[in-house]
C-alpha cells in the first residue's frame, strides 16, 4: 500500500468512493439503568413492603450506598468527558502556533492513471535561478523530467501530461517527484513532492486540517513539523 504526497492511501489512480451509513437513535437501546431509575426502584419496594414484615434496614442502607456509589461514579465520567473535551480543544488550538512551519508527509509519491495528465506541487524554500523536477517510477528510473523554470520561493504547481522521455503514455500506478536546483546565490538545493509549508489551520466537526499547498490535509496525516 502507498501513500501519497498528500498522506492518503493510494494502490492505483483510482477514485475512491465513500460509503455513508445512517444509525437510528433509539431511547434506550440497551436498556441501561441510571441512578433515578434506582431511586425509583427503591421507593416503590418501600411503598408496597409488608407492614409486618418491614424491609431490613441494613438493606436500606445497602442499597442507599449502592445508589450514591452509582451517583459518584456517574459525576466522575461526565467531569472526565469534560476534561477530554478541553484537552482536545487546546490541543487543536495548539496547532496554530506551526502556522509558518514545514509539515512533511512523509511520502514523495503521486498517483497516475495510464492516458491522462497528473497535477502535483513542489514546495520550494528558495528562489530558484534553475532547476529540473524528476519523476521516477518504483524502480527508481526517471520516466520523465520537467523544467522549473526561474522564480521566487514557494509551492509551484507543475502538470505531467503522462508521457515518459519515448514519448509513450506512461502506465498507471505509483511515481515519486523530486527536485533539483540551483538557488540564487548558486547553492544546489533538492526539495520534493510531500514537503510544504502551513498556510492555515481550519477546524471542522472535531478535526484539525492544516493547509499544505492547494489542500486542506488532516492533521493526523503529518509526519513531521520543522
Known amino acids: 500500500m502507498a501513500i501519497n504526497a498528500y498522506g492518503e492511501n493510494v494502490a492505483t489512480a483510482v477514485s475512491q468512493t465513500t460509503t455513508k451509513t445512517t444509525n437510528k437513535e433509539d431511547g434506550n437501546p440497551k436498556g441501561v439503568l441510571g441512578k433515578d431509575d434506582f431511586m425509583k426502584l427503591l421507593l416503590v419496594e418501600l411503598q408496597y413492603q409488608d407492614p409486618t414484615s ?38 487543536q488550538f495548539g496547532t496554530i502556533a506551526a502556522i509558518g512551519k514545514t509539515a512533511d508527509l512523509g511520502s514523495d509519491a503521486v498517483a497516475h492513471e495510464k492516458g491522462s ?51 509513450n503514455s506512461a502506465d498507471s500506478g505509483i511515481y515519486h517527484v523530486s527536485a533539483s536546483f540551483t538557488d540564487d546565490s548558486g547553492t544546489t538545493r533538492e526539495t520534493r513532492v510531500g514537503a510544504y509549508p502551513i498556510e492555515s489551520v481550519r477546524f471542522d466537526q472535531g478535526s484539525t486540517l492544516v493547509k499544505l499547498g492547494s489542500k486542506y490535509v488532516p492533521l493526523e496525516n503529518i509526519k513531521e513539523i520543522y
Open 54 to 91: 418491614p424491609m431490613d434496614s441494613e438493606k436500606i442502607l445497602s442499597q442507599t450506598s449502592q445508589l450514591a456509589t452509582l451517583e459518584s461514579a456517574d459525576n466522575t465520567n461526565t467531569a472526565l468527558e469534560k476534561l477530554a473535551a478541553s484537552l482536545s480543544n487546546s490541543q
Open 117 to 167: 495528465s497528473t497535477t502535483f506541487e513542489v514546495y520550494f524554500q528558495t528562489g530558484v535561478e534553475q532547476g529540473t523536477v524528476a519523476i521516477k517510477n518504483s524502480d527508481g528510473d526517471i520516466v520523465q523530467t520537467l523544467d522549473v523554470g526561474t522564480n521566487p520561493s514557494g509551492v509551484y504547481q507543475f502538470t505531467w501530461d503522462g508521457s515518459d522521455t519515448n514519448g
